[in-house]
């Protein structure tokens, strides 16, 4: 009972933030007091952050990356193109701006969608003459809804898999439909729902088309390794957090000497504090796997699966979802983690599970760390969502999706 009151006290400050404290300080505070009241061995904690190293360095490399293409108006770039292309049409745009993100999402990750992306969109709608919102939204529900298309689309599923990590044929066949429904199902329903608004938009023809530098394009480049060797170690079957870490490092090396730079704005533009909630989290998880939490859950879940497995592949995926809105998808992917890894478990489960993770947040703004951090850049532009309003169209946009990616899963 302490235990699990530690940790739905932590997650609980993660989510809400209160004192505007960040949101590490409270998954550290959580991991410190396991450690204090000696629910947690020391050395345990120690060894719970251990198992997060090849997150940390995907993270790493991913968030160099996506700081480097900011600062080198990459987004921006990308984001005045998608106007111009619109040629004055609101429904255009809001199409092209989506095929943006899924491609960010899909080579970069749901976070660099959140962040990097949202400003750039909101910044060439402005400039466009156009209301920013309904295509903000589309940063917000593409980073999750096309967070499966490859495992290096969100950290989530490093988390959830680790060195469990399919080769990518394997995911590709296993996600491939899930997440063309996702995605497709996401869309026709965000774009239903913002049909008045951009039936009633007019907007320009042309924007102001910042001139992409030799940095930018070097960086574009350096994108588009990553994406190669990503897939190519995924192929291979190799942890993905080193060679993320090495190609985000190597692209900024070549750019900062290239272009004469100081790394100092650099490093000072990486949101580092996500490393420390994500450490807190991991020995979180672990402290539940010494309580023997995680094996009563897998218990469970076998003896489910002896039942039926179409009914424990649905029911875990949309548990999950769920949960997501309740405790964050970080946590709970790192519980789903801890689950797939000790025990055998038929692809149909941990594969809705995982789908559970990465859409359901599509629900609610606190569901994952991407949707916090565009809240996050949309107040940095006087722009305000509520939680309500974020619901509401949640609540539309969420289910339809995850029942169609779902029935894809089970197949």
């Known amino acids: 009972m302490l235990t699990a009151s530690i940790i739905v006290f932590a997650t609980a400050g993660v989510i809400i933030r209160p004192f505007r404290l960040p949101e590490a300080t409270w998954a550290l505070a959580g991991a410190a007091a396991l450690v204090l009241f000696g629910i947690l061995p020391f050395g345990d904690a120690i060894n719970g952050m251990r198992k997060g190293i090849d997150v940390y360095l995907f993270l790493i490399g991913m968030m160099v990356i ?7 108006g990459l987004f921006d770039f990308l984001a005045a193109l998608a106007v111009e292309h619109a040629r004055g049409s609101p429904q255009r745009l809001f199409i092209l701006i989506y095929l943006v993100g899924i491609l960010i999402t899909a080579f970069l990750s749901n976070d660099a969608t959140a962040i990097v992306l949202t400003p750039a969109v909101y ?5 466009a003459g156009a209301k920013p919102l309904p295509y903000l939204l589309v940063c917000a529900f593409i980073a999750n ?3 499966f298309v490859l495992p290096i689309s969100n950290p989530a599923n490093l988390v959830v898999f680790g060195a469990h990590m399919p080769h990518l044929a394997e995911w590709l066949r296993q996600f491939a439909l899930p997440s063309l429904a996702s995605i497709v199902v996401t869309y026709v329903v965000l ?6 608004a951009l039936s009633a938009e007019r907007i320009e023809c042309r924007a102001p088309h910042p001139k992409l530098s030799r940095g930018g394009w070097l960086t574009a480049y350096g994108i588009v390794a990553i994406g190669i060797v990503l897939i190519g170690a995924s192929a291979l079957h190799m942890q993905l957090g080193l060679p993320t870490f090495i190609c985000g490092a190597v692209t900024a090396a070549a750019v ?3 272009s004469r730079q100081s790394p100092r704005p650099l490093i000072k533009g ?3 504090s996500v490393l420390p909630l994500v450490a807190g989290l991991f020995v979180m998880v672990e402290a539940l796997i010494r309580s023997g939490a995680i094996a009563q859950l897998s218990d469970t879940l076998h003896a489910a699966v002896a039942q039926s497995v179409p009914r424990t592949a649905w029911a875990a995926g949309l548990i999950t979802a769920v949960a997501d809105n309740i405790a964050n998808n970080l946590p709970v992917g790192l519980i789903a983690g801890s689950v797939v890894g000790s025990d055998h478990l038929p692809p149909q489960v941990f594969g809705t599970m995982l789908i559970g993770v990465d859409l359901g947040p599509n629900l609610s703004v ?6 916090i951090l565009w809240l996050v850049a949309l107040r940095r532009e006087k722009i305000d969502v509520s939680a309500w309003q974020f619901l509401w169209l949640g609540l539309l946009v969420m289910p339809p999706a995850l029942l169609a990616a779902i029935s894809f899963a089970v197949l």
């Not at 606190?366 to 949707?371: E, F, H």
């Open 366 to 371: 606190t569901g994952s760390l991407a949707t």
């Open 145 to 147: 809804a096309a967070s």
């Open 123 to 127: 910044a060439a709608t402005r400039a």
């Open 191 to 196: 774009r239903l729902t913002q049909h008045r």
């Open 66 to 72: 996506a700081e480097l293409a900011r600062q080198e």
């Open 270 to 272: 990486i949101s580092w």
């Open 256 to 258: 900062l000497v290239l």
